[in-house]
């Protein structure tokens, strides 16, 4: 079912999603050539509990990080770790939420650890492109398929691979809340948008192939083929006019 959130619980999850996004801005800066992905999970867990909140990812389903910390050919659900060492030229996708006063804030992004490829650079542009050009779509009276296919279409005509198999969702009391959001599809299809819904848009984009694979850890998502991988996502929320950005900071 999906839930339609009031003004005062809009104000709420506005609140959760700005730590979210203050938190995410901060791991951005603090990424560098040396640290452990584990260095970094511990700063951004001391940060969201520093203003109250709780990492929603710690012990969701069992996963023990206050984020996701993905590298280059890892896709998504990246373990922190105290031996995955960041060094200059990757790429590092850092998910993360934040959980306050019972209401959740999600967002993405993949940032660049010094001096990156052009390959790599070109995938990161494409990638954050595409959820802007999704956002676009949605308005009340769209539908999910609208904001799909604006993804796919987007980042296929430039050359890479929408992931099939992981997909964006609603949020709001709970982390993953209907509806679902793949990030391909036919516009005109799927549930219709109406205000008050609040969603999550989260391009997964691969280099080479839209297969993944899954390692042994049970949580580490790859792309199948090695190859680079980027994701990047925003919480907004519909309203009667143009969509907010939850976990924009101005």
Known sequence: ?????????????????????RVLRLAGEKVADGMSTWELNRIIGEFIHRHGAKPSFLNYRGFKGNACISVNHELIHGVPSKKRILRN??????????????WHGDNAATFKVGEVSETAERLLRVTEESLFAAIKFALPGSRIGDISNAVQTYCESRGFYVVKEYIGHGIG??????????????PGKGP????????????MVNQSTPKTKVLNDNWTVVEANGNLCAHFEHTIAITEGQPIILTKLD
């Open 192 to 203: 219709r948008l109406t205000a008050g819904m609040t969603l999550c848009i989260e391009p």
């Open 173 to 186: 009391r709970e982390l993953h809340e209907a509806p679902d959001i793949p990030n391909f599809g036919k």
């Open 89 to 102: 030229g990757d790429i590092v996708s850092v998910d993360v939420g934040a959980h306050l006063d019972g």
């Open 1 to 21: 079912m999906i839930v339609v959130k009031n003004a005062a619980e809009l104000q709420k999850i506005r609140k959760a999603c700005e730590i979210s996004a």
